[in-house]
Protein backbone atom coordinates (compact mmCIF):
# COMPACT_ATOMS: atom_id res chain seq x y z
CA UNK A 1 0.00 0.00 0.00
CA UNK A 2 0.92 3.41 -1.29
CA UNK A 3 -0.09 6.90 -0.90
CA UNK A 4 1.10 10.38 -1.55
CA UNK A 5 1.69 11.48 2.24
CA UNK A 6 0.17 15.06 2.96
CA UNK A 7 1.24 15.91 6.62
CA UNK A 8 -0.34 19.16 6.80
CA UNK A 9 1.42 22.10 8.60
CA UNK A 10 1.10 21.15 12.37
CA UNK A 11 2.93 18.17 12.49
CA UNK A 12 5.75 19.46 10.69
CA UNK A 13 5.64 22.25 13.16
CA UNK A 14 4.39 22.73 16.24
CA UNK A 15 4.28 19.17 16.42
CA UNK A 16 7.13 17.33 15.31
CA UNK A 17 6.64 14.60 17.28
CA UNK A 18 3.58 13.38 15.48
CA UNK A 19 5.22 13.18 11.99
CA UNK A 20 8.05 10.94 13.22
CA UNK A 21 5.76 8.85 15.08
CA UNK A 22 3.77 8.58 11.67
CA UNK A 23 6.66 7.27 9.97
CA UNK A 24 7.64 4.84 12.09
CA UNK A 25 4.44 3.30 12.28
CA UNK A 26 3.73 3.02 8.71
CA UNK A 27 7.02 1.27 8.22
CA UNK A 28 5.96 -1.66 11.17
CA UNK A 29 2.44 -1.27 9.27
CA UNK A 30 3.74 -1.99 5.57
CA UNK A 31 2.49 1.52 4.49
CA UNK A 32 4.55 3.06 1.82
CA UNK A 33 4.53 6.89 1.52
CA UNK A 34 5.75 8.86 -0.60
CA UNK A 35 6.61 12.37 0.78
CA UNK A 36 8.10 14.07 -2.36
CA UNK A 37 4.65 13.96 -4.47
CA UNK A 38 3.32 16.95 -1.76
CA UNK A 39 6.48 18.80 -1.05
CA UNK A 40 5.11 22.51 -1.92
CA UNK A 41 1.22 21.69 -1.23
CA UNK A 42 -0.23 24.59 0.78
CA UNK A 43 -2.37 24.51 4.30
CA UNK A 44 -5.71 23.11 3.66
CA UNK A 45 -6.94 26.71 5.03
CA UNK A 46 -7.96 25.00 8.51
CA UNK A 47 -11.84 26.18 7.70
CA UNK A 48 -10.59 29.30 8.69
CA UNK A 49 -9.79 30.74 5.19
CA UNK A 50 -13.02 29.40 3.86
CA UNK A 51 -15.23 31.76 6.38
CA UNK A 52 -13.74 34.15 4.49
CA UNK A 53 -13.06 33.12 1.74
CA UNK A 54 -14.43 29.79 0.33
CA UNK A 55 -13.04 29.70 -3.26
CA UNK A 56 -9.65 30.63 -2.42
CA UNK A 57 -10.04 27.74 0.11
CA UNK A 58 -11.08 25.43 -1.94
CA UNK A 59 -8.63 26.16 -5.12
CA UNK A 60 -5.89 25.69 -2.30
CA UNK A 61 -7.19 22.31 -1.83
CA UNK A 62 -8.06 21.17 -5.50
CA UNK A 63 -4.22 22.10 -5.82
CA UNK A 64 -3.07 19.73 -3.61
CA UNK A 65 -5.45 16.82 -5.31
CA UNK A 66 -4.45 17.72 -8.68
CA UNK A 67 -0.78 17.15 -7.12
CA UNK A 68 -2.26 13.45 -5.79
CA UNK A 69 -3.88 12.80 -9.00
CA UNK A 70 -0.66 13.39 -10.91
CA UNK A 71 1.45 10.94 -8.62
CA UNK A 72 -1.31 8.18 -9.48
CA UNK A 73 -1.56 7.82 -5.89
CA UNK A 74 -4.53 8.07 -3.29
CA UNK A 75 -3.96 11.28 -0.61
CA UNK A 76 -2.79 10.14 3.11
CA UNK A 77 -3.35 13.09 5.67
CA UNK A 78 -2.87 12.68 9.57
CA UNK A 79 -4.80 15.67 10.58
CA UNK A 80 -8.50 15.38 11.42
CA UNK A 81 -8.92 19.00 10.47
CA UNK A 82 -7.44 18.51 6.86
CA UNK A 83 -9.68 15.68 6.31
CA UNK A 84 -12.53 17.29 7.15
CA UNK A 85 -11.47 20.69 5.12
CA UNK A 86 -10.89 18.50 2.45
CA UNK A 87 -13.19 16.12 1.89
CA UNK A 88 -15.59 19.46 2.46
CA UNK A 89 -13.73 21.23 -0.49
CA UNK A 90 -14.35 17.87 -2.42
CA UNK A 91 -18.03 17.54 -1.65
CA UNK A 92 -18.68 21.24 -3.20
CA UNK A 93 -16.44 20.42 -6.02
CA UNK A 94 -18.78 17.80 -7.58
CA UNK A 95 -20.32 20.52 -9.02
CA UNK A 96 -18.67 20.70 -12.30
CA UNK A 97 -19.29 24.34 -13.38
CA UNK A 98 -17.76 25.51 -9.87
CA UNK A 99 -14.69 23.24 -10.20
CA UNK A 100 -14.03 24.41 -13.92
CA UNK A 101 -13.82 27.72 -12.08
CA UNK A 102 -11.35 26.36 -9.78
CA UNK A 103 -9.66 24.93 -11.93
CA UNK A 104 -8.65 28.09 -13.76
CA UNK A 105 -7.12 29.27 -10.93
CA UNK A 106 -4.60 26.40 -11.76
CA UNK A 107 -4.11 26.76 -15.03
CA UNK A 108 -1.30 28.71 -14.66
CA UNK A 109 0.73 25.70 -12.51
CA UNK A 110 -0.30 23.63 -15.15
CA UNK A 111 -2.67 21.53 -12.70
CA UNK A 112 -5.93 20.35 -12.87
CA UNK A 113 -8.54 18.93 -10.32
CA UNK A 114 -10.08 15.97 -12.60
CA UNK A 115 -12.68 14.91 -9.22
CA UNK A 116 -9.94 11.73 -8.86
CA UNK A 117 -8.35 12.54 -5.76
CA UNK A 118 -9.72 10.73 -2.41
CA UNK A 119 -7.98 12.02 0.85
CA UNK A 120 -8.18 10.26 3.78
CA UNK A 121 -6.72 10.10 7.12
CA UNK A 122 -4.37 7.29 8.81
CA UNK A 123 -6.91 6.19 10.95
CA UNK A 124 -9.75 5.30 8.39
CA UNK A 125 -6.62 3.67 6.18
CA UNK A 126 -5.82 1.11 9.07
CA UNK A 127 -9.57 -0.07 9.33
CA UNK A 128 -10.41 0.30 5.36
CA UNK A 129 -7.22 -0.89 4.00
CA UNK A 130 -5.41 -2.85 6.02
CA UNK A 131 -8.50 -4.18 7.93
CA UNK A 132 -8.31 -4.36 11.58
CA UNK A 133 -8.11 -8.07 11.96
CA UNK A 134 -4.90 -7.81 10.17
CA UNK A 135 -3.95 -4.75 12.07
CA UNK A 136 -4.41 -6.57 15.36
CA UNK A 137 -1.94 -9.42 14.17
CA UNK A 138 0.51 -6.59 14.25
CA UNK A 139 0.15 -5.84 18.05
CA UNK A 140 2.89 -6.78 20.09
CA UNK A 141 2.86 -5.07 23.08
CA UNK A 142 -1.14 -4.86 24.09
CA UNK A 143 -2.12 -2.13 26.24
CA UNK A 144 -4.02 -4.75 28.77
CA UNK A 145 -5.35 -2.46 31.44
CA UNK A 146 -5.00 1.12 30.06
CA UNK A 147 -8.30 2.84 30.05
CA UNK A 148 -8.03 5.22 27.11
CA UNK A 149 -10.19 7.68 26.03
CA UNK A 150 -10.92 8.89 22.00
CA UNK A 151 -11.21 12.45 21.14
CA UNK A 152 -11.95 13.05 17.73
CA UNK A 153 -13.04 16.87 17.82
CA UNK A 154 -14.94 18.81 15.28
CA UNK A 155 -13.63 17.93 11.54
CA UNK A 156 -13.64 13.97 11.14
CA UNK A 157 -17.15 13.89 12.53
CA UNK A 158 -18.92 16.05 10.58
CA UNK A 159 -20.46 16.70 8.17
CA UNK A 160 -21.33 13.29 8.07
CA UNK A 161 -22.27 13.50 4.44
CA UNK A 162 -19.00 15.26 3.17
CA UNK A 163 -17.09 12.41 5.18
CA UNK A 164 -18.94 9.78 3.48
CA UNK A 165 -20.34 7.87 7.17
CA UNK A 166 -23.16 6.52 4.80
CA UNK A 167 -20.26 4.79 2.79
CA UNK A 168 -18.64 3.89 5.51
CA UNK A 169 -19.97 3.36 8.72
CA UNK A 170 -17.29 2.82 10.68
CA UNK A 171 -15.79 6.09 10.59
CA UNK A 172 -18.32 6.87 13.15
CA UNK A 173 -16.56 5.06 15.94
CA UNK A 174 -13.43 4.64 14.27
CA UNK A 175 -11.24 5.52 17.10
CA UNK A 176 -12.48 3.00 19.64
CA UNK A 177 -12.02 0.53 17.09
CA UNK A 178 -8.26 1.15 17.42
CA UNK A 179 -8.23 1.17 21.05
CA UNK A 180 -9.99 -1.96 21.41
CA UNK A 181 -7.39 -3.43 18.62
CA UNK A 182 -4.51 -2.35 20.72
CA UNK A 183 -5.87 -4.09 23.46
CA UNK A 184 -6.81 -1.17 25.82
CA UNK A 185 -10.71 -0.20 27.17
CA UNK A 186 -12.13 2.38 25.75
CA UNK A 187 -13.11 5.39 28.55
CA UNK A 188 -15.85 7.07 26.83
CA UNK A 189 -17.12 10.59 27.87
CA UNK A 190 -19.65 12.89 26.25
CA UNK A 191 -17.53 15.42 24.83
CA UNK A 192 -15.23 13.23 22.48
CA UNK A 193 -16.16 14.57 19.34
CA UNK A 194 -17.05 18.39 20.49
CA UNK A 195 -14.92 21.41 19.88
CA UNK A 196 -11.16 21.06 21.75
CA UNK A 197 -11.38 25.03 22.08
CA UNK A 198 -8.76 25.56 19.64
CA UNK A 199 -10.53 27.84 16.78
CA UNK A 200 -11.43 30.38 19.79
CA UNK A 201 -7.87 30.05 21.66
CA UNK A 202 -7.03 33.54 20.44
CA UNK A 203 -10.63 35.46 20.93
CA UNK A 204 -11.83 33.77 23.95
CA UNK A 205 -8.96 32.06 26.28
CA UNK A 206 -11.28 31.78 28.46
CA UNK A 207 -14.04 29.68 27.37
CA UNK A 208 -11.27 27.85 25.05
CA UNK A 209 -9.67 26.77 28.24
CA UNK A 210 -13.05 25.62 29.81
CA UNK A 211 -13.45 23.12 26.60
CA UNK A 212 -10.35 21.60 27.29
CA UNK A 213 -11.13 21.17 31.13
CA UNK A 214 -13.90 19.92 30.91
CA UNK A 215 -13.37 17.43 28.13
CA UNK A 216 -10.18 16.28 30.15
CA UNK A 217 -11.66 16.17 33.28
CA UNK A 218 -15.40 13.87 32.20
CA UNK A 219 -12.71 11.71 30.71
CA UNK A 220 -10.26 11.40 33.92
CA UNK A 221 -13.87 10.99 35.65
CA UNK A 222 -14.37 7.93 33.59
CA UNK A 223 -10.70 6.27 34.13
CA UNK A 224 -8.95 7.64 31.19
CA UNK A 225 -5.27 7.40 32.23
CA UNK A 226 -4.93 8.94 28.68
CA UNK A 227 -6.74 10.61 25.81
CA UNK A 228 -5.87 9.64 22.32
CA UNK A 229 -6.58 12.08 19.49
CA UNK A 230 -6.01 11.87 15.82
CA UNK A 231 -5.66 15.74 15.59
CA UNK A 232 -2.59 17.80 15.79
CA UNK A 233 -4.64 20.87 16.43
CA UNK A 234 -6.43 19.50 19.34
CA UNK A 235 -3.49 18.10 20.52
CA UNK A 236 -2.10 21.24 20.77
CA UNK A 237 -5.15 22.62 22.95
CA UNK A 238 -5.88 19.59 25.36
CA UNK A 239 -2.03 19.04 25.65
CA UNK A 240 -0.01 22.67 25.16
CA UNK A 241 -2.73 24.43 27.19
CA UNK A 242 -4.12 22.20 29.76
CA UNK A 243 -1.78 23.59 32.78
CA UNK A 244 -3.49 26.71 31.86
CA UNK A 245 -7.16 24.89 31.63
CA UNK A 246 -5.45 23.16 35.17
CA UNK A 247 -4.73 27.21 37.04
CA UNK A 248 -8.21 28.06 35.27
CA UNK A 249 -10.75 25.34 36.96
CA UNK A 250 -8.27 25.67 40.45
CA UNK A 251 -7.38 21.70 40.21
CA UNK A 252 -5.03 19.87 38.16
CA UNK A 253 -6.14 17.63 35.46
CA UNK A 254 -2.23 15.64 34.34
CA UNK A 255 -4.16 13.68 31.41
CA UNK A 256 -1.96 12.74 29.15
CA UNK A 257 -2.39 13.18 25.36
CA UNK A 258 -1.11 11.16 22.73
CA UNK A 259 -1.49 11.16 19.12
CA UNK A 260 -3.45 8.71 17.27
CA UNK A 261 0.35 7.01 15.60
CA UNK A 262 2.00 7.21 19.01
CA UNK A 263 -0.71 4.96 20.40
CA UNK A 264 -0.73 2.64 17.86
CA UNK A 265 3.18 2.62 18.32
CA UNK A 266 2.97 1.65 22.10
CA UNK A 267 1.46 -1.17 20.98
CA UNK A 268 3.61 -1.55 17.91
CA UNK A 269 6.49 -2.18 20.16
CA UNK A 270 8.18 1.00 19.44
CA UNK A 271 10.11 2.95 22.23
CA UNK A 272 8.53 5.99 23.70
CA UNK A 273 11.43 7.44 22.87
CA UNK A 274 11.55 7.05 19.24
CA UNK A 275 7.81 8.22 19.86
CA UNK A 276 8.76 11.03 21.25
CA UNK A 277 5.91 10.90 24.00
CA UNK A 278 8.94 12.81 26.30
CA UNK A 279 8.51 15.79 24.31
CA UNK A 280 4.72 16.71 25.48
CA UNK A 281 3.69 19.28 28.01
CA UNK A 282 1.55 17.35 29.82
CA UNK A 283 3.62 14.05 30.82
CA UNK A 284 3.61 10.89 29.80
CA UNK A 285 5.45 8.81 32.30
CA UNK A 286 2.32 7.46 33.88
CA UNK A 287 1.26 6.19 30.88
CA UNK A 288 4.87 4.49 29.79
CA UNK A 289 5.16 3.54 33.44
CA UNK A 290 1.15 2.18 33.64
CA UNK A 291 2.28 -0.36 29.91
CA UNK A 292 5.64 -1.31 31.89
CA UNK A 293 3.44 -3.16 34.37
CA UNK A 294 1.28 -5.08 31.67
CA UNK A 295 2.12 -8.45 30.63
Known sequence: MKYAF????VSKGAAPELYGATIEVCNRLGIELDTKTMEGASCTGSGVLQEKNEKLGDTLNARTFAMGENSGLPIM??????????????????DLEYREAVNTSLSDENLEYKGQAEPRHLLWIIIEDI???????????????LKIAPFYGCYIVRPSDALGFDENPDRKHS?????EAVGAEVADFPGKSACCGFPILTINEKNSMKMVSNHTLSAKKEGAVAMVTPCPLCHLNLDGYQPTASKQVGQPIDLP????????????????????????????????????LTP
Not at 6 to 9: K, R, S
Not at 175 to 179: A, F, H, S, T
Open 257 to 292: ILHLPQLIGLALGIDPKILKLNQHIVNTKSVVSALA
Open 6 to 9: YPGC
Open 131 to 145: GIEKFKEKIVKPLTG
Open 77 to 94: TICSTCQGVMSQAKSRMT
Open 175 to 179: LEMII
